[in-house]
């Protein structure tokens, strides 16, 4: 009797003891065999739910198992999360009207419950936070009749942002190499047609420059995706003074031709660094040659090399056009110029400053700049010292 009421009571650790025979004897042996069978079951499905719970929480994305009616079958914490629910209450057993508080999901998820076939929806849901959600019904066995949904929720806006920056660089791309070679077979239609020797010069003239321009952005672009793949390259150490003498030199050049002083400053001229090969060389002929650019004829451009809290700083300051205030963030952006037609005029291509950012990042370092329109920019450049 005793026996019985305890199985009643959910205690399955129960047995019918004492020796007996025939039929009660059976019946206890029969008995016993019953509940060491419920026993095996209870912890089978015991431990069948901790790895399906162990499971659901592992995943990486917000998982949430429904029944038709909109019931909470099963939730991960991410999901709880996710759907801006309550965390100090239990939700399983709680409906999604309740429980969900972030109206976009449930809106969703509501909108889509009657369907038969798995729906994804991609939902901007606050300060430009971008979710995928997948609503995949749940079938009874090989019917047609839908038991539930499974819900899951994935944070995109990562992917998303790298998918808009990637189809961004292929439009920019294909618009900068598209006008030079629009450029290009125009003059030569115009140059089939003409015999006279000064404009077919004139014209041959154009051809040059555009295809050198071509030349210098497809250079460039191979550049950019050469330092993002940067695990090819190999570490080495430079003097950086002595690349600085290197750079100057071909600056200097430019320079004259527009009467522009080149004033330096090292402090350290004994300054080793380790760089991916040539990324220094490259670092400063960018903003150096830059600031010539982007300064008028007499103008003045000064280098000052420093060192505090063990980063070597380089600021190139020059008194030129200066950039004005609301572009100044965005020109290390890719082909961002803040005078399009200016910077084409000067040979620019608009990567200069991506690729520039991108290898002082690559060594650990830093760029920023401060610049008054019409007074001139100053670039700083800081790099770790101890960088391998
Ligand atoms: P570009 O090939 O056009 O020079 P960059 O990426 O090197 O491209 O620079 C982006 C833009 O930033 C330039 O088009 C220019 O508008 C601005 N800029 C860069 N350096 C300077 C500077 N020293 N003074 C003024 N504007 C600058």
Redo the contacts with the bound molecule.
């Keep these: 009797m005793k026996v019985s009421r305890d199985i009643s009571n959910k205690q399955f650790d129960s047995k019918v003891r004492g020796q007996m025979s025939g039929e009660i004897g059976e019946f206890a042996k029969n008995f016993n065999y019953m509940i060491d069978t419920i026993n095996f079951t209870i912890r089978d499905i015991t431990d069948k739910n901790t790895q399906l719970k162990s499971i659901m929480q592992s995943v990486s994305h917000g998982i949430l198992a429904i029944d038709t009616r909109g019931k909470i079958l099963l939730i991960n914490d991410l999901a709880k999360k996710m759907v801006e629910g309550d965390s100090y209450v239990t939700a399983e057993g709680k409906n999604i009207r309740q429980f969900i508080k972030n109206e976009l999901i449930l809106e969703s998820v509501l909108h889509n419950m009657c369907s038969e076939h798995s729906t994804i929806i991609q939902k901007n849901i606050k300060n430009d936070i971008i979710y995928k959600i997948k609503i995949d019904p749940v079938h009874f066995e090989d019917t047609d009749a839908v038991i539930g949904f499974i819900i899951n929720i994935e944070n995109i806006t990562e992917y998303a942002k790298l998918e808009n920056m990637r189809k961004e660089f292929v439009a920019n791309v294909s618009h900068e190499l598209k006008t030079p070679i629009t450029s290009i077979q125009g003059f030569i239609e115009t140059l089939k047609m003409t015999d006279n020797l000064d404009t077919k010069n004139r014209f041959l003239t154009i051809i040059e420059n555009e295809a050198t321009r071509l030349t210098r952005l497809i250079d460039d672009i191979l550049l950019l995706s050469t330092i993002e793949n940067k695990t090819k390259k190999k570490v080495e150490k430079v003097d950086l003074f002595e690349v600085f003498e290197e750079v100057h030199e071909v600056i200097n050049y430019i320079a004259k031709k527009k009467n522009i002083k080149v004033k330096y400053d090292f402090e350290n001229k004994d300054i080793d660094l380790w760089e991916y090969s040539g990324y220094i060389r490259q670092i400063l002929l960018?903003i150096i040659s830059?600031?010539i650019?982007?300064?008028g004829e007499n103008g003045k451009v000064s280098i000052k090399q420093y060192i505090k809290s063990e980063k070597v700083f380089i600021e190139v300051k020059?008194n030129?056009?200066?950039?004005p205030e609301e572009?100044i963030e965005r020109?290390f952006e890719r082909f961002?110029?803040?005078?399009k037609a200016r910077?084409r005029d000067i040979g620019?291509?608009?990567?200069?400053?991506?690729i520039t950012k991108h290898m002082v990042k690559s060594l650990g370092g830093n760029i920023t700049v401060e610049?008054i329109l019409g007074i001139g920019?100053d670039?700083i450049v800081t790099i770790p010292v101890d960088i391998k």
């Design positions: 960018n830059n600031a650019k982007y300064t020059d030129g056009i200066g950039i572009d020109i961002y110029r803040v005078d910077s620019g291509t608009g990567l200069g400053l991506a610049s920019s670039f």
